[in-house]
């Protein structure tokens, strides 16, 4: 899908500051944050920014979540089945304890859980705490 239809598909319009930030996102390979996307585009001021995965979050093109490192991070999340509808993406993420990267395990679902009766689920995280694979080969 093109950038266009993607927004077109998400009833998102397609300003400057929201096709910047897509472009830069789309070529993190981790769970990133505003202070992330801040440092890839400097001329971009801090509130267009944030409004701007604001929205695409609410629009389902991001996931947010929190990693117990005090920042909100945020994953791409363009799940669709064969028909083109929108799957929430509820999977685990692992931070690493070392660089405070944090990575999303897409093959790895959230276990479900038997919530009690009459409670509303309104949001799902699911994060493993360790050391990555490239933090661990430094450490030796």
Not at 104 to 122: N, R, Y
Request: glycine share 6%; proline share 3%; net charge negative.
């Amino acid at each position: 899908m093109s950038e266009s239809e993607i927004f077109l598909s998400h009833n998102i319009r397609p300003t400057a500051v929201r096709q910047l930030v897509w472009r830069e996102i789309q070529h993190i390979d981790y769970a990133f944050s505003l202070a992330d996307v801040e440092d890839l585009l400097p001329t971009v001021d801090r509130s267009s920014i944030f409004r701007t995965l604001a929205l695409f979050e609410e629009h389902d093109l991001l996931h947010g979540f929190e990693d117990g490192s005090g920042h909100r991070k945020y994953c791409l999340c363009l799940d669709h089945d064969e028909h083109g509808n929108h799957h929430h993406c509820h999977h685990v993420h692992a931070f690493c304890t070392v660089c405070h990267r944090t990575f999303c395990l897409k093959s790895e679902h959230i276990p479900t859980v038997q919530l009690p009766d009459g409670f509303t689920l309104q949001s799902i995280n699911y994060v493993v705490q360790g050391v990555c694979g490239e933090c661990g080969k430094n450490k030796k």
